[in-house]
């Protein structure tokens, strides 16, 4: 099969975190959603997505294709179910649809119709990510691991239910406490735990994260590739290249790439008078209900607050937004904000370019032309 994962009608409720990248390449547990699928499929994956997102993760057709909508959580009767497809067949989930084999070159619902009838986590809304990524650990946990063999677990840390903790080549753990017993913890690739910190499980620390010392992470906790944390995490999302390197609290919230919060950086995630969160919804433009109780920050790539920022119970915050100015910004932040306020400054785009360039050649990964193009695309969005 060639398979192309496709954005459906939810991209628009995962902004701004998809206002640079598809749905398929957020990352939620340990894998991106389209790791996992090629994970599944033993095959490689593309993308159908918004023509300005295209050039920097291209449609790679072929006379046949199997459409999958991303946002649709696998489990073992789905994938069968997509597996099982015939040419031109489609699948649906509540009259949703999930995936369809066809020679066409977008994904259409055809004539033939399988009603996927079991149950399936359909993740509809930012949101959703942190709400299931506990879930989501634990499914790609057994999927990376299955067969193979951890490496051996330092005798300085203290340690419960190890068989449920795996070590990838090159990580370090030293001194510190790892508790499986709620869930698994995966340690990628060359990552690291640096001593004091305690862990509880679920987490995925992907490859080349760093956890610094004294870090208190709590379950559904996802560090993406080479992000380093430290302070108190609960049920958040790192996808990748982000940094919460220093004392704060972060809960409930789902972080871009190349996002940087500031030592002593807090967010709240539960209002005082514990009703249910609202949050901004760029496809509405109006704050909606979340039907959480629970719910910190959603922050778009290269965000960044400065020291002691203090982000309130569901904010939203734009791409290339920068948190400054004093007391408590606004629940939704613009794109290019230079300050934070509702009345700051838009932060120059030849500026903020060159700052993501900068942050991207620490890690050795190039700013392309096509990352510059996005960043245009979301500026004039926000300016013209």
Not at 340 to 363: H, I, Q, T
Request: glycine share 8%; with cysteine; proline share 4%.
């Amino acid at each position: 099969m060639n398979i192309v994962l496709f954005d459906g009608e939810e991209w628009e409720d995962f902004l701004p975190l998809t206002f640079t990248r598809p749905v398929a390449a957020l990352r939620m547990g340990i894998l991106s959603f389209a790791e996992r699928w090629e994970k599944i499929l033993n095959t490689e994956v593309s993308y159908q997505t918004k023509p300005y997102l295209q050039e920097k993760f291209p449609a790679k057709l072929q006379t046949e294709n199997t459409f999958i909508n991303p946002t649709f959580f696998p489990n073992e009767k789905l994938i069968e179910a997509i597996k099982n497809l015939k040419p031109n067949q489609t699948l649906l989930f509540d009259n949703q649809l999930v995936a369809v084999k066809s020679t066409e070159e977008t994904p259409k619902i055809t004539s033939d119709v399988i009603q996927f009838e079991d149950e399936v986590i359909h993740l509809q809304y930012s949101w959703d990510m942190f709400t299931y990524n506990f879930q989501a650990i634990e499914f790609d946990y057994d999927l990376v691991t299955k067969g193979r063999t951890s490496q051996p677990i330092s005798a300085t840390n203290q340690v419960l239910v190890p068989e449920k903790i795996f070590i990838e080549e090159g990580a370090k753990v030293e001194f510190s406490i790892l508790n499986a017993s709620e869930g698994p913890i995966y340690i990628g690739k060359d990552a690291e735990i640096m001593e004091g910190s305690m862990i509880r499980g679920g987490l995925a620390l992907c490859e080349h994260a760093t956890v610094k010392m004294g870090a208190k992470i709590y379950p559904g906790t996802t560090i993406g590739p080479y992000s380093k944390v430290c302070g108190e995490l609960s049920n958040v999302i790192l996808i990748g290249y982000t940094n919460k390197g220093h004392d704060g609290y972060l809960g409930n919230s789902v972080l871009g790439e190349w996002c940087n919060l500031g030592a002593g950086t807090n967010n709240s995630n539960l209002k005082n008078n514990y009703d249910i969160v609202k949050i901004w919804s760029y496809r509405e433009q109006r704050f909606v209900k979340t039907g959480l109780q629970f719910c910190g920050v959603i922050m778009g790539d290269h965000g960044k607050a400065a020291i002691n920022t203090q982000i309130n119970t569901g904010t939203v915050v734009g791409v290339c937004a920068n948190i400054f100015q004093a007391g408590f910004p606004p629940n939704v932040i613009k794109h290019y904000s230079w300050g934070g306020n509702s009345d700051a400054p838009v932060y120059n785009l030849d500026r903020a370019c060159e700052a993501a360039e900068r942050m991207m050649k620490r890690r050795k990964i190039a700013f392309t032309p096509a990352d510059k193009r996005i960043l245009e695309h979301i500026f004039n969005l926000n300016n013209n």
